[in-house]
């Protein structure tokens, strides 16, 4: 039966394990972060409670006993049994760094995440949000999610995520005022970096947007969404960003008109990739969730 009270204190053990493999009461104190003299009181108190002389303490060096060397075996024996107990008990998570832009992170992947953790625990997904392309090598990049046209990469894999289908979105207040499609011309629209609104004009037979027009200009997608939402105007924007929006009422659809600048949302990776691996789960469960 296991008698705890028998065993001499843990610091003094790991003391004297660390200056036993380093025959060195200053590595000792250095390992362990602690002082010199700490180490050699710990061992003095061993050797007392034991009352075994566990090192001969010679001018310029640190010296196992016969029965210093056969404690020390047993004792780092006994703390490699207790690591190896803890590293099994430890679920170990792999890294997987996922690159997006960071509208795609805020209004697409955030919301999922939880979804994503629930279900792989063991997988720790790292997000990259840049606009700037991905370099899968240098950046440490597993794989990445751009709005592109159609790829035709030779050393890269790329499938179709989602489709960019821009709508017309503004918040119900907004909208009571739009009864007619010339109605949206009177408001202020606001303009993400893709800026499609010239090719709606034209979809609704107009030469262009209207030069009486007022616009706020913004550099991330996200920050249009957010705008229209607070009731700032009219944003154009890709569906996929704003379905659970429209869905609570925070925002409405304006018109019928869908506009595409030929490009969509591909997820992309290298071939290296492998079939089974945690990155090849996360590639998996993005095409899940996005209904592919």
């Known amino acids: 039966m296991l008698n705890l009270n028998a065993l001499p204190p843990l610091k003094s053990l790991r003391a004297f394990e660390a200056a036993a493999r380093h025959l060195n009461f200053r590595l000792a104190a250095e390992e362990l972060h602690v002082t010199q003299g700490a180490v050699a009181q710990h061992i003095r108190g061993l050797e007392a409670t034991l009352g075994v002389l566990l090192f001969q303490r010679e001018p310029r060096r640190l010296v196992l006993t016969e029965k210093g060397r056969r404690y020390h075996l047993r004792v780092r024996e006994a703390f490699e049994m207790i690591e190896q107990a803890t590293a099994d008990l430890v679920v170990k998570k792999s890294r ?13 992947l955030l919301p999922r995440l939880p979804l994503f953790a629930a279900k792989h625990p063991a997988i720790d997904l790292r997000i990259q949000a840049s606009e700037g392309l991905a370099d ?30 821009a709508i017309a979105v503004c918040s119900p207040y907004i909208k009571r005022k739009i009864r007619v499609s010339a109605d949206l011309w009177k408001q202020r629209l606001l303009v993400d970096s893709h800026n499609l609104w010239p090719q709606l004009a034209q979809k609704l037979g107009m030469p262009g947007v209207p030069a009486s027009t007022k616009t706020i200009q913004f550099n991330q997608t996200s920050l249009a969404i957010d705008a229209a939402v607070a009731g700032q105007g009219v944003a154009l924007v890709a569906r996929c960003f704003i379905e659970s929006d429209v869905e609570q009422r925070r925002l409405v659809v304006v018109g019928r008109q869908v506009v595409n600048d030929n490009t969509d949302f591909y997820l992309v990776a290298p071939f290296s990739l492998s079939v089974g691996s945690d990155a090849d789960v996360v590639w998996g469960w993005l095409k899940e969730q996005a209904g592919v």
């Not at 997987?96 to 697409?108: D, G, H, R």
């Not at 709005?147 to 890269?156: C, D, E, R, V």
């Open 96 to 108: 997987v760094t996922l690159s997006v832009t960071p509208t795609f992170a805020a209004k697409w």
């Open 136 to 165: 899968f090598y240098v950046d440490g990049v597993d794989m990445a999610v751009r709005q592109m046209k159609a790829p035709a990469y030779s050393k890269l894999q790329a499938t179709l995520l989602l489709r960019h289908e």
